[in-house]
């Protein structure tokens, strides 16, 4: 059973645009979301985070929402750029440092 | 730079060989992590090692062994694996204990025939 899911597996996206890619959990014990950025032939890189005591979460170009009660969160990219051509896997933990549980990713494509 | 790096970054090999993955970390960590990812799945995660203990081993066959010598080295030694195991590994580390944020290395690519 998925614990975390990314039901979107592409989403394509003018240059200048906002991205946003969304995940869903089921576990209401999750505390801790993260987003993770993959190039091919790269390991994913850590993007940004969010704690459940906040709703949003901004640095720079890059925002996560989250919405407790829905058990969602999402990820607005603004603008879209071409180097953000990229899997975005989002992955959530308990927060006293139990392993990350990971979704199947979302394959982004800036379309320039 | 990750500061993770993994060799060798692909591998094939035959079901009856035996090879050993290696990952290493500049990054002064606490915990390593070894992930499979296959097409289409989320990364599973296999093993974690913290302070170079085994804290989690996530019903992995045997035929996978990981080791870890030292807080700077992992490794995962592979023997008589079928064709199901081709995939992504990847390592990752963390400072303190398991969960938030990971470093991954950039993975080696099994292909095994």
């Known amino acids: 059973d998925q614990q975390v899911k990314q039901n979107s597996p592409s989403l394509s996206v003018q240059e200048g645009r906002i991205s946003i890619l969304n995940c869903d959990y089921t576990?209401?014990?999750?505390?801790?979301f993260l987003w993770y950025k993959k190039y091919p032939a790269e390991g994913p890189t850590f993007l940004i985070s969010?704690?459940?005591?906040?709703d949003k979460n901004e640095d720079g170009r890059f925002t996560v929402f989250l919405n407790k009660s829905a058990k969602h969160l999402s990820l607005h990219i603004v603008p879209s750029q071409p180097g953000d051509s990229a899997v975005y896997f989002c992955?959530?933990?308990?927060?006293?440092?139990?392993?990350?549980?990971f979704g199947t990713g979302t394959r982004l494509t800036i379309i320039p | 730079e990750t500061g993770v790096t993994q060799t060798p970054r692909h591998l094939v090999m035959g079901m009856t060989n035996k090879k050993s993955l290696k990952c290493e970390q500049h990054?002064?960590?606490?915990?390593m992590y070894w992930y499979k990812q296959s097409a289409k799945k989320p990364l599973e995660l296999m093993f974690v090692?913290?302070?170079?203990?085994?804290?989690e081993n996530n019903s992995v066959p045997s035929r996978f062994s990981p080791e870890c010598p030292n807080s700077s080295h992992l490794f995962l030694h592979l023997h008589t694996l079928q064709p199901e195991d081709s995939a992504l590994y990847l390592c990752?580390?963390?400072?303190?204990?398991?969960?938030?944020?990971?470093?991954f290395g950039p993975g080696t690519r099994l292909t095994v025939t």
């Open positions: 992955a959530a933990s308990r927060r006293h440092g139990e392993k990350l549980t």
């Open positions: 576990n209401s014990m999750f505390d801790y």
């Open positions: 969010i704690s459940s005591i906040k």
């Open positions: 990054l002064g960590h606490n915990a």
């Open positions: 090692y913290s302070l170079e203990e085994r804290v």
């Open positions: 990752a580390s963390a400072p303190g204990g398991a969960g938030h944020e990971q470093y």
